[in-house]
DNA sequence: CCACAATGCTATGTAATATAGCAAAAATAC
DNA sequence: GTATTTTTGCTATATTACATAGCATTGTGG
């Protein structure tokens, strides 16, 4: 079924359309994730933000911003939010940039990030009948520059 | 590669992880659609309750919320606001329920949308290379329960 | 008939994302 | 080397989608 198909049959409903299948599922998604994350106070671009900085030691706000796709405005309440619950510290690298690193904590929460996220990723691909699972990943990232 | 080989490999960052390349392309999406419908002044969810009142007029909120996966609390305003654009009527069925219907401007509307609609699915669809564009919808309808 | 479920709704909160603007510092162009 | 431009980090604020709690009314099944 390709969309004009689905556009005008009614038996998938709106669900026939990729683009409308696509918001769906990234929503489920992002509950089962947000949930998954609750247990331990995060939220899901709090991970991302963890995650990226668990690599490197020396990026910056708005490095960080550049690879995640968060704009600068909203990376400050979000790095605020990670200083206070002592997961990161900001430290100056001249007068103007500073490095986001993880402190001690982050460290640790770290790990249980990753197993979490893990988990998901492979629950996630799980539910994914094999034939198409090897597609999935290849397709979304087409799609998203 | 799979979940486990991309968390531990900084190449592809966290696009390497299904579950985050899902979100970024939804997103992606979600712009684009957004700003098409933006020229007729709707929001992705009206086009969305537009589409679904198209084939039946006999549905009430409650109803299209569930098709939809609205809830009833966001379907009050966003019903108030195609209404005051003169896009729908609601009608009473009993003293209870009432039927969303689409008037003469709704319907006239629906046409543009469903023309929009379609050339942005047609045009998701053509990014996605095609060997993986059979497997694309079947996945997400494998997530989306 | 009466307990229970459904309907439509208000009020409110949360999360992700967006825009506009700003001061200071750094990079660059000349 | 000074002048212009860009970058950085930030505040303030708005938008959109989606969530929870509660409520009065009405319909329905035992």
New binding site residues.
């Given amino acids: 079924m390709n969309p004009s198909e689905a556009m005008f049959s009614k038996n998938a409903g709106l669900t026939g359309l990729p683009g409308y299948a696509l918001?769906?599922a990234a929503?489920a998604m992002?509950?089962d994730l947000?949930g998954r994350l609750?247990s331990i106070d995060l939220?899901?671009?709090?991970s991302a933000v963890l995650q990226v900085i668990g690599e490197r030691t020396d990026m910056?706000?708005?490095?960080?911003?550049?690879v995640?796709?968060?704009?600068?405005?909203?990376?400050?309440?979000?790095?605020?939010r990670l200083e206070s619950a002592q997961l990161i510290r900001?430290e100056p690298?001249?007068?103007?940039?500073?490095?986001?690193v993880l402190t001690q904590h982050g460290l640790e929460q770290l790990a249980t990030i990753r197993r979490v996220v893990l988990e998901f990723e492979e629950d996630l691909m799980a539910r994914i009948p094999a034939r198409h699972r090897p597609h999935f990943l290849p397709a979304l990232r087409a799609l998203m520059d």
Same sequence: chains 1, 2.
């Avoid at 910056?60 to 550049?66: A, D, L, V």
């Avoid at 690298?93 to 986001?100: C, L, N, P, T, Y």
């Fill in positions: 918001r769906r929503n992002m509950a947000a609750a939220r899901i671009s709090d910056t706000s708005s490095e960080i911003g550049k995640l796709e968060i704009q600068r405005a909203n990376m400050a309440p979000l790095l605020d900001r690298i001249d007068r103007k940039s500073q490095a986001v």
